[in-house]
């Protein structure tokens, strides 16, 4: 979500590789984020009382039953179960602590089709400030099961779905100096090059709060687009 999506186009498209579709006044003046001809992600307008960032959606067979979980494990509707025309039912909520998140049950649409590639979505973090509660919501909602990642700090761990154990993101603290954020999802995209990734960020009106690290996972990076929406990016092992 973003004050002007059209604003934000050309910064994505030198960071992420991505094209857009013409914006659809039926939905709002959204607009679905390409990489080679498959959908990514989407760009809309803010909703009101909310701030430009990315939102981490997840699938659901069946929209209206998870969001009576939500509710049931003491989440909140930030918009109710709506469909968007043909192609699918969904909402946003927040978790207990406070991390907003959204729900869809696909019809004509299925998602993103570009996941654990250059340009597209390949991990997510909920960083929390309280993990356990977190852990306990999502686990109600979802099935999700959770696994400490090895060398990370105590309290973060993975999380997987009952029926497949690969880990899907992960959930922790705030990071050391960052006393008074709120919970949120973070989105990790993927790039070719860190550095190259870098350079076209803080060129094209966005910036690089956190400078490349190397990690046992990857190269990563933490940016911002001109509107102040964070997301990392890494890279992606040579094929």
Do not use: C
């Amino acid at each position: 979500m973003t004050p002007d999506p059209s604003a934000v186009a050309p910064f994505y498209s030198a960071v992420l590789g991505w094209t857009f579709t013409e914006p659809d006044e039926k939905f709002g003046g959204y607009v679905m984020a390409m990489k080679d001809g498959a959908p990514a992600a989407g760009v809309g307008p803010l909703m009101e009382g909310s701030r430009s960032d990315w939102t981490l959606y997840f699938a659901s067979e069946n929209a209206d039953a998870t969001a009576a979980r939500v509710s049931g494990a003491d989440g909140a509707m930030f918009a109710e179960p709506a469909d968007v025309g043909s192609l699918g039912r969904m909402f946003v909520a927040t978790d207990p602590t406070g991390a907003v998140f959204g729900v869809w049950q696909a019809k004509d649409f299925a998602g993103a089709a570009v996941t654990n590639a250059p340009g597209g979505l390949v991990w997510e973090d909920l960083r929390s400030t309280d993990p356990d509660a977190a852990r306990t919501f999502y686990n109600a909602v979802f099935d999700f099961a959770y696994d400490h990642v090895k060398g990370a700090p105590f309290d973060y761990t993975s999380f997987a779905t009952a029926s497949d154990p690969r880990p899907l993101g992960g959930i922790g603290s705030e990071a050391p100096g960052t006393d008074g954020v709120d919970s949120h999802w973070l989105v990790y995209f993927g790039v070719d090059d860190v550095a190259t990734a870098i350079t076209a960020a803080t060129g094209n009106g966005g910036a690089a709060p956190v400078p490349a690290f190397e990690t046992p996972y990857g190269t990563m990076a933490g940016l911002t687009d001109p509107a102040g929406a964070a997301f990392y990016v890494v890279q992606m092992p040579a094929k």
